[in-house]
């Protein structure tokens, strides 16, 4: 009897052993900065949202081909043109095991329109929402609006309980450097738990056992991300095996991570644009030398827009990696057209005489803001427009800065130039104009304001004959373009390296999904 | 009566260190190799066409030029150059007139504080003679490149930022100077306690010859020899000192780079085999730090025997 059940321990043990060593296996992820905050609302950039793509779900969800699908939602319907309907899955739970219903949708969706929320520029139009019952949201917009679904996937759905337990009901402040729990603290739907927090140094992801989905790869049970600021230093790290996955590999190492035998490079065109913004309001620089406000002038943006050589940038600074740009806008983006994206000729001398024109034949003096942990080489780009607008007499200051005071400043109007990129999670020109261009809006830091553009915007958020839709968004283009509102530089390639065996799937937007993500 | 009629020249030929100098060929080759370098540095506007430090003068499609003996080298750069376009001859022979000026600047600070409070608290000894040295003890338990980077980031919070870049040369010498006057406080306080009881202090103490007088004009001559030979070696720190905390990007700006900021720009390129960035620069460091060295070393061997 006795050896029976000592087979029986000794087989357990075997299988306990054999299971946790074959199947539990970490990928550990790298980039040069870290999630500004794990609330959901607080803060709409780039990697924050990566980081909680892989915690929070939203109702519906951008698959690995970019297009829209359900997610929390499984299906909906629009009874007039400004109701909508959306059927829940009733199989959801958060990872604290509380069942997701209705009231937590429309929570959220509220919470995500409060003032401290940085989405709330996403579901302006929504104008009520409310739960019929336990599994359908009913949506009521102000006017009819044809890119709802695409806004909607972006506002993630958090426990009104959760919320409530620990005085999260309104999103973090960001802006005003405010320590909330939702900021250090994530409990979503997804996929994903985190389980360890230690902001620039180390987020723990643990598999959420009590998800609805299933993953591509049942092996990859835990992420770390492991932000790595220096370029070099990250390349090491992922050479020497030390990480796993690095989504932003730095374009001057690719051809050394691809001679290495155990590693691959992925690259694709990202859906992000880079370029400066000039304050077009103030009265006087802050950081000038002349009194005045020579970004006023059409004709002294169009001078640093036509002193910039765009190729050099590309070939030194990119290594092609880099697609130049004449709107804040990519292929893919409803609006987009290639006509459109023609830059101005670069020309030194045009550009001097446009500033001798404008009345400032020796240039001026200004502060070129810049992040230096943001975009693909962001200061070694801003390094190049220094010596570019030398060329033409002006002297251009560099400040770079981490990405979290860089935009904290911007936000707080400090920015005369600055650098930033944007991206359209939507892949609608709307998202572009509502942020960037139209009179007031949060990240419209040039202070740029026309009527007109006001007034297509008007027509992009409440008109659904497309035809009428799409005319007003080539015209608001074309004005926006013509006024030189902004510097355009170029659309970002993104590169991803991993190694040999590890594969997650490359997406245009730079979010890697982790639920897609296997070992071969 | 024969003293006189020696001219300078003579005299500094029959000297005991001249003998000692020609004799040594350590001594000599980086004597030699100080001066190019500091002619170099200090005249380089006219050895180089080039300046580094005008954005406005680079050209971007420049930029990553291999040395001009490799087989895409262009011959007017001679050591290629950096990522923004820059020649790495002219940024190193820049950057180096910076690393000197700070390197010199901070021996000095370091010697002048040193020197004084270590002279005044062996002189007057007593409870001001305690303090001063368990400064001294106490600053000695903090390693200098975090006293350094200490003092640089209380200076990043109370200057402001539009005068940090150009604060940046002067608070980096202050660090490094105040990172390194324990060593001579030490030094001078010693020497001090040996000679304030020869005769020569005794007799001056005796007509009513003034403590500073006596301080600065009778003790300090006496011990400046070991002073000296600490000052060479503290030269060498203080250089390598500014390339630590340069290259840890606490130092001077990117726009107008020393020897350590090179090095570190140059770091990013290591692995895509653009190795001239960083090599150049980090090369020209070590010959510029290990000639002042052995100088260093040839002095202590001279001036101060009893060391050995």
């Given at each position: 009897?006795?050896s ?12 306990v ?11 550990k992820w790298?980039?040069?900065g870290?999630?500004?905050?794990l ?87 929504i ?7 336990e599994?359908?949201?009913?949506i ?32 973090q402040?960001w ?10 603290n ?49 390349v ?21 991570i691809?001679?290495?035998?155990g ?15 000039m ?43 880099s697609?130049?740009?004449?709107i ?12 459109l ?22 240039g001026f003096e ?17 390094t ?46 709307h ?17 740029f ?22 005319a ?41 999904l ?7 | 009566?024969?003293?006189k ?8 030929k ?37 300046n ?32 923004q376009?820059?020649d790495?001859?002219?940024t190193?022979?820049?950057?180096s007139?910076?690393s ?6 901070a021996v ?7 020197v ?15 303090i ?17 980077l ?8 109370i ?32 020497a001090?306690?040996?000679?304030k009881?020869?005769?020569?202090v ?6 009513g010859?003034?403590?500073?007088i ?6 300090l ?11 060479t ?42 190795w ?14 290990f ?18």
């Amino acid at each position: 009897m006795k050896s029976k059940y000592f087979i029986k321990i000794l087989l357990t043990i075997f299988f306990v052993f054999a299971s946790t060593q074959t199947f539990a296996k970490t990928i550990k992820w790298s980039m040069q900065g870290d999630s500004l905050t794990l609330d959901p609302h607080a803060q709409n950039e780039g990697p924050t949202t990566q980081v909680s793509r892989q915690v929070y779900e939203a109702l519906v969800t951008r698959g690995l081909d970019m297009s829209i699908g359900p997610q929390l939602a499984t299906k909906w319907a629009t009874v007039d043109e400004n109701t909508w309907y959306f059927y829940l899955r009733e199989d959801v739970k958060f990872s604290n095991g509380q069942k997701m219903t209705s009231e937590d949708v429309v929570f959220s969706i509220l919470r995500a329109k409060q003032p401290t929320s940085d989405f709330k520029e996403y579901i302006s139009t929504i104008s009520g929402v409310k739960a019929i019952d336990e599994y359908t949201v009913q949506i009521k917009t102000s006017k009819p609006n044809p890119i709802l679904l695409n806004q909607l996937s972006n506002i993630f759905v958090m426990s009104k309980e959760w919320c409530h337990e620990n005085f999260a009901v309104v999103p973090q402040n960001w802006d005003a450097s405010q320590e909330t729990f939702s900021a250090v603290n994530a409990m979503g739907t997804g996929p994903f738990k985190i389980t360890l927090r230690e902001p620039n140094t180390k987020t723990v992801f643990k598999r959420n056992k009590k998800w609805w989905g299933s993953m591509k790869d049942s092996k990859v049970t835990e992420i770390q991300l492991l932000p790595i600021k220096n370029a070099a230093t990250r390349v090491a790290a992922l050479l020497s095996g030390e990480i796993d996955l690095v989504t932003d590999a730095p374009v001057q190492d690719l051809a050394r991570i691809t001679s290495s035998a155990g590693h691959k490079v992925e690259s694709t065109p990202q859906m992000r644009t880079i370029f400066l913004g000039m304050d077009q309001a103030a009265d006087k620089l802050r950081t000038g030398n002349t009194g005045d406000n020579p970004f006023k002038k059409k004709k002294v943006r169009q001078a640093l827009y036509q002193a910039i050589d765009i190729e050099a940038i590309k070939k030194k600074v990119m290594r092609g990696l880099s697609e130049p740009a004449g709107i804040i806008t990519f292929p893919g983006v409803n609006g987009y057209t290639k006509e459109l994206d023609k830059r101005l000729p670069y020309d030194v001398n045009a550009a001097k005489k446009l500033l001798a024109d404008a009345g400032y034949p020796n240039g001026f003096e200004v502060e070129l803001r810049c992040p230096n942990d943001r975009y693909v080489n962001d200061e070694a780009i801003c390094t190049a427009v220094v010596g570019m607008l030398g060329k033409i007499g002006v002297k251009v200051n560099l400040f770079a800065q981490t990405k979290s005071k860089h935009f904290k400043e911007l936000k707080d109007n400090q920015g005369d130039f600055y650098m930033l990129g944007w991206g359209v999670p939507t892949l609608d020109s709307h998202y572009v104009f509502h942020y960037l261009y139209e009179s007031g809006a949060s990240w419209n830091k040039v202070n740029f304001s026309d009527s007109e553009v006001d007034a297509a915007i008007r027509v992009m958020e409440g008109e659904v004959d497309l035809e009428k839709r799409n005319a007003a968004i080539a015209n608001a283009w074309k004005i926006v373009r013509d006024n030189i509102a902004y510097l355009p530089l170029h659309h970002q390639v993104i590169s991803w390296a991993s190694k040999s065996d590890v594969d997650v799937p490359i997406r245009p937007n730079n979010e890697p999904l982790f639920r897609f993500a296997s070992f071969n | 009566m024969d003293n006189k009629k020696l001219t300078w020249f003579n005299r500094v030929k029959d000297s005991d260190i001249y003998y000692s100098f020609i004799k040594s060929p350590t001594a000599i080759v980086s004597t030699f190799i100080l001066i190019l370098i500091f002619f170099c540095s200090f005249f380089v506007e006219f050895v180089t066409p080039y300046n580094p430090f005008d954005p406005s003068s680079l050209s971007l499609m420049d930029a990553f030029t291999p040395p001009s003996w490799t087989e895409d080298g262009l011959a007017k750069f001679i050591l290629g150059t950096d990522g923004q376009g820059r020649d790495m001859f002219a940024t190193i022979l820049y950057g180096s007139r910076i690393s000197l000026i700070v390197g010199f600047s901070a021996v000095i600070f370091a010697l002048v504080l040193g020197v004084g409070l270590g002279l005044s608290a062996g002189y007057f000894g007593g409870k001001y003679e305690m303090i001063v040295m368990r400064l001294t003890d106490v600053q000695l338990t903090v390693p200098s490149i975090l006293m350094a980077l200490l003092v640089d980031g209380i200076a990043r919070g109370i200057i402001s930022r539009e005068l940090h870049d150009e604060m940046a040369i002067y608070v980096l010498i202050f660090a490094i100077g105040i990172s390194e006057w324990p060593q001579f406080a030490r030094v001078s306080r010693a020497a001090t306690l040996v000679e304030k009881n020869k005769d020569y202090v005794s007799a001056s103490t005796i007509i009513g010859v003034s403590n500073l007088i006596i301080m600065f004009k009778h003790i300090l001559p006496n011990i400046l020899r070991p002073v000296l030979v600490i000052g060479t070696i503290g030269l060498a720190l203080a250089i390598i000192a500014e390339a630590t905390l340069s290259f840890l990007g606490v130092g001077v700006p990117p726009t107008t780079p020393s020897l350590g900021t090179l090095i570190r720009l140059g770091n990013d390129f290591l692995f895509s085999g653009e190795w001239w960035i960083t090599f150049f620069p980090a090369i020209f460091l070590v010959i510029l730090a290990f000639s002042i060295n052995l100088l260093g070393d040839w002095m202590r061997d001279t001036l101060n025997p009893k060391l050995n």
